[in-house]
Every structure is written in structure tokens, then in C-alpha cells.
T-cell receptor, first 114, second 116 residues
Framework: DAKTTQPNSMESNEEEPVHLPCNHSTISGTDYIHWYRQLPSQGPEYVIHGLTSNVNNRMASLAIAEDRKSSTLILHRATLRDAAVYYCILRAYEGYNQGGKLIFGQGTELSVKP | GAGVSQSPSNKVTEKGKDVELRCDPISGHTALYWYRQSLGQGLEFLIYFQGNSAPDKSGLPSDRFSAERTGGSVSTLTIQRTQQEDSAVYLC??????????????FGDGTRLSIL
């Protein structure tokens, strides 16, 4: 499985944008880039995913490098509730009705200061 | 709507006992996953069910672990003869289907298992 590399931790100030980087230099052409986050004492929560183009949803934006070897999750205005561990995960397409499991790395622990 | 429900939320048991953990997926979700999260090990995949296909058991750490999914809905993870290293949070997730890699997984809040 292709691996991802993320910083162990990052800090942000409330109401400022946050850019969470992820490197995935061995990504294959059929790998989707997924982001999940895990708030304290909760299960992981889906944030966003993409393949080649940048993506936006109500939670965040995902910027994907042209060579797809890196990506950045962007929280436009951090709130205290965004303090969590953020996981960047590559999901391989393994064929119909196969695969689907998520391989979690260590993630980035984001702290948000008021 | 209702999310993934897991029970119990906490379980304390003695070493050597068997435990059963339950997962109710989101209605209509055909794919169901079990993961566990322990200190120092992070989140690791255990087993995955997709419809009527044979489950992917590649993540189960030993033959003391088993899981079943009845009627394509509720799933039970069973750990026999529990050991202290089984202490962890056991997480269940479901998704619309694993046919394509872009279906997000929806997680429950897990069962915290403590082995004395």
C-alpha cells in the first residue's frame, strides 16, 4: 500500500486558516486521497476526498498537487471544535466488491488556540 | 439520521473471559468494517464485510478473534479467552458499498474494552 507522511503535530489560532500537509510520493494513478479526523473520545469522521482536482465541501478544501505526490487539507477558519487528529489516507481501487479498508497512519494532531 | 451504533460503550472483563461487541450499521449500508485503536498502535483494520461476499479477515490478529454479520445488518465481534493486550477501543464503520474507492466510511464511537 502506498504510504503517507504527515507532521506529528500543528498549532493554529482560532479563526485563522490552517493548512495540513500530506506527502504521498508513491501514490498510484487509481489511489484516491481521503482525509478523516478524530475528535477526542470519538470515532473518526470523514472530511473530504479527491482524485486529481481540488475539492471543496462544507467542512474543508483539498488541494492536490499536479503530480499528485502531495496534498493539503485546508480549514478556512479554525474553531476550537476543529482540534483533532487529522489522517491523510490513500484508498486503492482494488476492483469491484473488494478492498475498501482504510490504512491509518499516525496523523497530525491539530491544536487550536483561542 | 441515525449513525453507526455500538454497544456496549464500555466493557471491563477479566483475562480469559469471552466478550461480544455489537455494531448496528447505518440502514442501507452494505459494507461494514471493524477496526481497533490501542495506545501505541494507532488505528488498525480487523475485518470487513461486503454484502454476501466472504469477509476479508486479513486484519484479525489471532484465531481468538471472530466476527459475523447476520442478515446483512448487525455485526458481532467476538474475542475468546481475552488477554490484556486486547485492551483497546473497538470501532465499527459502515459505508454504502466498497465497490468504488470513494465511499466514505461512517464510524461509531467505539467500545472501550479493558481486560483486567
Amino acid at each position: 500500500d502506498a504510504k503517507t507522511t504527515q507532521p506529528n503535530s500543528m498549532e493554529s489560532n482560532e479563526e485563522e486558516p490552517v493548512h495540513l500537509p500530506c506527502n504521498h510520493s508513491t501514490i498510484s494513478g487509481t489511489d484516491y486521497i481521503h482525509w478523516y479526523r478524530q475528535l477526542p473520545s470519538q470515532g473518526p469522521e470523514y472530511v473530504i476526498h479527491g482524485l486529481t482536482s481540488n475539492v471543496n465541501n462544507r467542512m474543508a478544501s483539498l488541494a492536490i498537487a499536479e503530480d499528485r505526490k502531495s496534498s493539503t487539507l485546508i480549514l478556512h477558519r479554525a474553531t476550537l471544535r476543529d482540534a483533532a487528529v487529522y489522517y491523510c489516507i490513500l484508498r486503492a481501487y482494488e476492483g469491484y466488491n473488494q478492498g475498501g479498508k482504510l490504512i491509518f497512519g499516525q496523523g497530525t494532531e491539530l491544536s487550536v488556540k483561542p | 439520521g441515525a449513525g453507526v451504533s455500538q454497544s456496549p460503550s464500555n466493557k471491563v472483563t477479566e483475562k480469559g473471559k469471552d466478550v461480544e461487541l455489537r455494531c448496528d450499521p447505518i440502514s442501507g449500508h452494505t459494507a461494514l468494517y471493524w477496526y481497533r485503536q490501542s495506545l501505541g498502535q494507532g488505528l488498525e483494520f480487523l475485518i470487513y464485510f461486503q454484502g454476501n461476499s466472504a469477509p476479508d479477515k486479513s486484519g484479525l490478529p489471532s484465531d481468538r478473534f471472530s466476527a459475523e454479520r447476520t442478515g446483512g445488518s448487525v455485526s458481532t465481534l467476538t474475542i475468546q479467552r481475552t488477554q490484556q493486550e486486547d485492551s483497546a477501543v473497538y470501532l465499527c464503520a459502515s459505508s454504502l458499498g466498497a465497490a468504488y474507492s470513494n465511499q466514505p466510511q461512517h464510524f461509531g464511537d467505539g467500545t472501550r474494552l479493558s481486560i483486567l
